[in-house]
């Protein structure tokens, strides 16, 4: 069965200060794998997805993910973070066919921005 | 652009008391699923559906019943609430197909005393 692990429960950053969250998956063919991002109160909204390809997948709002195969990792990078990045981001993994097509997702990581 | 519409957004029930969430669609997506989210657990697939008249089981279906007679609606049904059931639920929607990114609603916040 697939997995997906973020190591990190919650990270704070200084605004400005550039950032990465760490996510592992477990799945036996090639993934197709997601990052999410959840503000309070609200639901989830994509911010990258990979499928096969370039292995560095850039996203809306400055995001960007390397995918590294020989690590079965996805991390998710941004340069320079601003205020409005606090939120909740949430990695997930894709599995099944057209029939039975499933999403799992890791437990999250909460961000922190500091002035 | 309405894309995935979840009522109520909040609601307070009895152990015991039946309730229905709704969860509409104007995408014309084929699939549709239910998740709940849990402090700590990240998101869990309760049921999901690939077109209507079709669904099946997700990672903890127990306590929960789905129906999907359009390709609208996809209402998420708890026949007899139980505290454990206390959770933001989340709908999401998608084209077919392994990949396809998931459209959410914003969420409906239950609890159950």
């Known amino acids: 069965a697939q997995s997906v692990t973020q190591p990190d429960i919650h990270i704070t950053v200084s605004e400005g200060a550039s950032l990465e969250l760490r996510c592992n998956y477990s799945?036996?063919?090639?993934?197709?794998l997601f990052w999410y991002v959840q503000s309070p109160g609200q639901g989830l909204q994509l911010l990258l997805k990979y499928f096969s390809g370039d292995t560095l997948v850039q996203g809306i709002k400055g995001f960007e993910a390397e995918f590294k195969r020989s690590q079965s990792s996805f991390n998710l990078r941004k340069p320079s973070v601003h205020w409005s990045d606090a939120a909740e981001y949430f990695c997930a993994v894709g599995e099944g066919g057209a029939g039975s097509y499933q999403l799992t997702f890791g437990k999250g990581t909460k961000l922190s921005v500091i002035p | 652009n309405a894309g995935v519409t979840q009522t109520p957004k909040f609601q307070v029930l009895k152990t015991g008391q039946s309730m229905t969430l709704q969860c509409a669609q104007d995408m014309n997506h084929e699939y549709m699923s239910w998740y709940r989210q849990d402090p700590g657990m990240g998101l869990r697939l309760i049921h999901y559906?690939?077109?209507?008249?079709?669904?099946d089981q997700g990672e903890v279906p127990n306590g929960y019943n789905v129906s999907r007679s359009t390709t609208e609606d996809f209402p998420l049904r708890l026949l007899s609430a139980a505290p454990s059931q206390t959770s933001v639920y989340f709908c999401?929607?998608?084209?077919?197909?392994?990949?396809?990114?998931?459209?959410f609603g914003d969420g409906t916040r239950l609890s159950i005393l």
């Open positions: 799945y036996g063919a090639t993934p197709y």
């Open positions: 559906s690939v077109g209507a008249g079709i669904t």
């Open positions: 999401a929607s998608s084209t077919n197909g392994r990949g396809q990114p998931q459209h």
